[in-house]
Nanobody
Framework: VQLQASGGGTVQAGGSLRLSCAVSGRNFGHYTLGWYRQAPGKQRELVASWINRMNTNYADAVKGRFTISRDNAKNTLYLEMNSLKPDDTAVYYC???????????WGKGTLVTVSS
């Protein structure tokens, strides 16, 4: 499984960005997807997770501002980010988790910078 994240950039506070994560390779069994971020000097943290269309979860810091979604036809995971804050500045990563094998696959990150 390979993942390629894109869509990062620099935006002013209050602005919006949409991140994309293209997932390729063969998917086996049950899996989950997620977006994580790592700010300078901080640990990587979960931003949002996708189990299926009806089962998504968000970190408290982004609830109501970010939306995770998936386009099955394009095999792409998205993160719509609105009302961005300087604290959202980080490198954002997408992750594929194979539940049966308990294995994680990470894409290269994409940098989001929010200026005040």
């Amino acid at each position: 499984v390979q993942l390629q994240a894109s869509g990062g950039g620099t935006v002013q506070a209050g602005g919006s960005l949409r991140l994309s994560c293209a997932v390729s390779g063969r998917n086996f069994g049950h899996y989950t997807l997620g977006w994580y971020r790592q700010a300078p000097g901080k640990q990587r943290e979960l931003v949002a997770s996708w189990i299926n269309r009806m089962n998504t979860n968000y970190a408290d810091a982004v609830k109501g501002r970010f939306t995770i979604s998936r386009d099955n036809a394009k095999n792409t995971l998205y993160l719509e980010m609105n009302s961005l804050k300087p604290d959202d500045t980080a490198v954002y990563y997408c992750k594929y988790h194979n539940v049966a094998a308990n294995m994680d696959y990470w894409g290269k990150g994409t940098l989001v910078t929010v200026s005040s």
